[in-house]
């Protein structure tokens, strides 16, 4: 897919107080743009949380400077022990996107989705609060709902011995206990997790212990909360199975140098290298890539069949933002449609992705609305770029396939690597603030191109 890069400024987005080209009078959230600091990454990583089973060295390589780093160590992708570090300490260790709170929108909605090492049972009560249990029953094991199973009941049932739990996780019935010495019902609701909506999307903590979303993401909120994705609704989706890892996927989200061999589509309405990308500092990483003149949206013709977001000025309208939310989201903020791409990793080498793209209500309203015009240029572009990752993939297979250096266009590559390769060390992204002796300096990144 198309992705944010930067190397030539031509427009700057009014939104951002940008630290690279110093917009006059620049308004809205201070996010800094260009290449990363490399000072925030040549620092020694001090573990404060368990470290990856990966060679220490070769992570060392991939904190170098930008312009001097590698990628990280060929087992980041191939190698069980890592797969299985990354689900508990990355998936299961910080906010990790569960689904959309539309499919969970009235009391007694249920919905069992994987995420890490097991799954979550979502639930919405009949107070209307949004609940995530572990999937699991409270008797003996049993998943409360199949895993990508969802239900609409006023109770959750264990299909295996009917234990009954309310929709707030309290347990109600267990057969045959009742009056049994010792037995306190009130000990044995379903174990809650930590559960947040973000612009319409849901995030669970499965480790208890992340730093609060808001403020995480308080940058990214401004950039994302004019597209109002949380007003849009779902029309149209997509599920693809890439064998390929998941930050192979994520990595190639944050590139176009390799749109102008790939991707004729996107190039035709998308300069491959407009836009700059953000240096955040939160656990997120994105960008944006402007429109070609005349050309509206992400689109076939260019052409939209929908309608302009009502919260966007001139430069939304005119801009795609690519955001990656760690550790599996990647959202695709478009003039007139937001597209989400949900990753869950099966195994090292696969990877299901969830791919939905969302319109504003009133486009919807619009007599024999289509959303084809969105999903069928993404469609395209979504396969060419699985494509190559899975050659990626089967690449990095071979023994003697060795870490690369980055070229100048992937610095957003470079953050991202960076935020797993602290996170392997011992540092992980949705604890970085409560890890982190001091705030990340903003000073100004290289001027793009310099
Ligand atoms: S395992 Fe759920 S009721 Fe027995
Ligand atoms: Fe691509």
């Known amino acids: 897919m198309g992705h944010p890069h930067p190397r030539h400024v031509s427009v700057g987005r009014p939104k951002i107080d940008c630290m690279v080209s110093q917009l006059e009078g620049a308004p809205g959230p201070a996010v800094a743009v260009g290449p990363a600091d490399p000072t925030d990454s040549v620092a020694p990583v001090a573990p404060a949380d368990p470290v990856a089973p990966i060679d220490p060295g070769g992570l060392a390589e991939s904190l170098r400077p930008f312009g001097e780093s590698r990628m990280l160590p060929r087992a980041a992708y191939v190698d069980p022990a890592v797969f299985a570090f990354e689900q508990k300490h990355f998936f299961d260790g910080g906010w990790t996107c569960a689904g959309f709170a539309a499919e969970l929108a009235n009391p007694g909605d249920q919905q069992a989705v994987p995420v890490g090492q097991g799954s979550v049972l979502l639930s919405r009560d009949n107070g209307g609060v949004l609940h995530a249990f572990a999937n699991t029953c409270r008797h003996r094991g049993h998943e409360l709902l199949p895993c990508g199973a969802s239900a609409q009941r006023p109770s959750i049932v264990c299909p295996y011995h009917s234990w009954t739990f309310e929709l707030d996780g309290g347990l109600k019935t267990a057969k045959g206990f009742k009056g049994t010495p010792g037995f306190d019902e009130s000990k044995w609701g379903l174990v809650e997790l930590p ?21 995480a993401l308080a940058e990214l909120d401004e950039l994302v909360a004019p597209y109002e994705p949380e007003r849009l609704v779902i029309a149209g989706r997509h599920s693809y199975d890439a064998a390929a890892n998941w930050k192979i996927l994520t990595e190639n989200y944050h590139e176009c140098y390799h749109c102008p061999v790939i991707h004729p589509e996107l190039c035709k309405v998308s300069p491959p290298s407009s836009g700059l990308n953000y240096r955040p500092s939160g656990p997120w990483v994105g960008g944006w890539m402007d429109l070609r003149a005349g050309m509206d949206t992400m689109s076939l013709d260019g052409t939209s069949l929908g309608v302009p977001l009502r919260g966007l ?138």
């Open 195 to 215: 559960v947040t909506q973000w612009h319409g999307l849901i995030f669970v903590d499965g480790s208890g212990g992340a730093d609060p979303m808001d403020r």
């Open 313 to 450: 000025d001139e430069t939304g309208l005119r801009t795609v933002i690519y955001v990656n939310i760690f550790p599996n989201v990647l959202l695709s903020l478009h003039p007139d449609y937001v597209m989400t791409h949900r990753l869950t990793p099966l195994a090292a080498d696969r990877t299901l992705i969830e791919c939905t793209w969302a319109f504003a209500p009133e486009a919807l309203d619009k007599p024999g609305f289509d959303p084809g015009y969105a999903v069928e240029f993404w469609d395209i572009t979504n396969r060419q770029d699985w494509g190559a990752c899975e050659s990626v993939q089967r690449g990095l297979g071979s023994g003697h396939a060795v870490p690369g250096p980055l070229s100048p266009d992937e610095d957003a590559v470079y953050q991202f690597v960076t935020q797993v390769a602290r996170g392997y060390a011992g540092q992980l992204p949705w604890r970085q603030r409560a890890n982190a002796p001091a705030a990340r300096a903003t000073t100004a990144g290289q001027p793009a191109g310099s």
